[in-house]
């Protein structure tokens, strides 16, 4: 009946999917909220276009780590706990669902991505800090929370780091040098 389908489509919009046009029953599904490592398959790249900023976080993570050389690091912690390796405790719905909307269908991409260094190391390297101490919450915050929570602090560090490299450019232009 309509009120069920009005309903199902609520919860979906408020809990589980990033859409366009929020509240408008035709509104463009960005993807789903990124509750599950599997989220960014579903992502609709037309809608959902995040200007390479993922790739830039991805590479301040792996480059920036303090830890990158031992084991676990942080990608790794995070691979682990967004796919939700290990858990004692049950996925909640929303993970769940994502999890098995994504999985019968994905065909990766195919060719290599190069992953520069940083052009600020050391806002990089907060981050990471700040991902970790995050991560230390996993076991006592709710899973869904604690997801929201990294979405603002990467949010956040994004764009810091577009401040400080608007900032830096001028300087290393000046002097010529990324070192100026």
Do not use: F
């Amino acid at each position: 009946d309509k009120v069920s389908e009005d309903a199902v489509w609520r919860w979906l919009e408020s809990d589980l999917l990033i859409t366009i046009t929020q509240g408008k029953r035709t509104g463009q599904v960005a993807a789903p909220r990124p509750l599950h490592l599997s989220s960014y398959k579903l992502r609709n790249r037309e809608q959902a276009r995040d200007y390479n900023t993922s790739e830039q976080l991805y590479t301040m993570i792996k480059n920036a780590d303090p830890r990158r050389d031992q084991e676990p690091n942080l990608e790794q912690e995070l691979r682990s706990y967004l796919a939700a390796e290990g858990t004692a405790s049950p996925l909640d719905i929303g993970s769940l669902m994502v999890m098995l909307m994504a999985e019968p269908e994905y065909t990766p991409p195919t060719g290599t991505i190069t992953y520069e260094q940083p052009a600020l190391p050391l806002q990089a390297a907060k981050l990471c800090d700040d991902l970790w101490r995050l991560l230390a919450y996993r076991g006592v915050m709710a899973r869904q929370a604690l997801i929201e929570m990294m979405r603002t602090l990467l949010t956040i560090h994004s764009g810091l780091y577009v401040m400080r490299l608007m900032d830096a450019l001028p300087r290393w232009m000046r002097s010529g040098s990324k070192e100026g």
